[in-house]
């Protein structure tokens, strides 16, 4: 099978989403199981809305094995395969790469839990991996999580130009892979793709944004004994240090 050449000018995102069911364990302490299950829908909607509106983007495609995400996708428009699905965040991206190599697209890959991200947050990333000179050489540009551990956005050209390995702490680690593929990685640092929510400190934080997203409406209308409760939690785990990491 012949690969085409891959270009900075066609860029696939791919999105990888668990199923609503179980979602976001880590806020077990903050939300019940159907509130957890609301929100994870709800940044999900949130960031499939987005990249529907990002005109660098040609295609966005879901990796999902989960029917109410995939009816989701689909309604935005996006491609949906359940292809190593049900292999973690780096085995369903590392699948949706090695598609993307065989049709000549570059891959931007970002999760479903950034209720923060806006179109020309992609556009920045986009723009910034082109202006590194990926088009026609091997790229790679990263913008990490807030606290520099996690890899919440990344674009290369081709696709599978770096191995990538998700989990905490694995935004330096991505770093000296693309080095150890001769390529010197671009960092860009957006705020609206460095936001997410896995942990109850997250969830305070994006209380106080009071953002006019899905997921900013729905968080605000947990109500007062919520906010309450999540104070509580987070003054009692204060000593614990908690931290996020993709």
Do not use: W
Not at 134 to 159: E, K, V, Y
């Amino acid at each position: 099978m012949s690969i085409a050449p891959a270009s900075a000018d066609r860029i696939c995102a791919v999105v990888p989403i668990k199923g609503v069911v179980g979602a976001k364990q880590r806020l077990a302490a903050a939300l019940d199981a159907d509130q957890r299950s609301a929100l994870a829908m709800a940044m999900a909607e949130d960031v499939l809305e987005v990249l529907a509106a990002v005109p660098e983007l040609f295609r966005v495609l879901v990796v999902t094995a989960d029917a109410t995400v995939a009816a989701l996708a689909s309604k935005y428009g996006a491609e949906v395969t359940d292809a190593q699905a049900s292999e973690g965040h780096t085995g369903a991206v590392t699948g949706g790469a090695r598609r993307l190599v065989r049709e000549g697209f570059s891959m931007i890959t970002l999760p479903g839990d950034l209720p923060l991200l806006a179109p020309a947050d992609v556009s920045r990333v986009i723009a910034a991996h082109r202006a590194a000179g990926a088009d026609g050489h091997p790229g790679f540009t990263i913008a990490p999580a807030r606290d520099f551990q996690g890899s919440n956005a990344i674009l290369m050209t081709p696709a599978d130009a770096v191995p990538l390995r998700f989990g905490s702490n694995s935004f330096y680690p991505h770093l000296d892979a693309a080095r150890a593929q001769g390529i010197e990685p671009t960092v860009v640092e957006v705020p609206g793709i460095g936001f997410d929510i896995d942990e109850p400190q997250d969830l305070a934080d994006f209380l106080i944004t009071t953002a006019q997203t899905r997921a900013g409406r729905l968080v605000a209308d947990f109500g007062p004994d919520f906010s309450a409760r999540l104070a509580a939690h987070l003054e009692r785990a204060a000593p614990a240090g908690m931290e996020a990491g993709r």
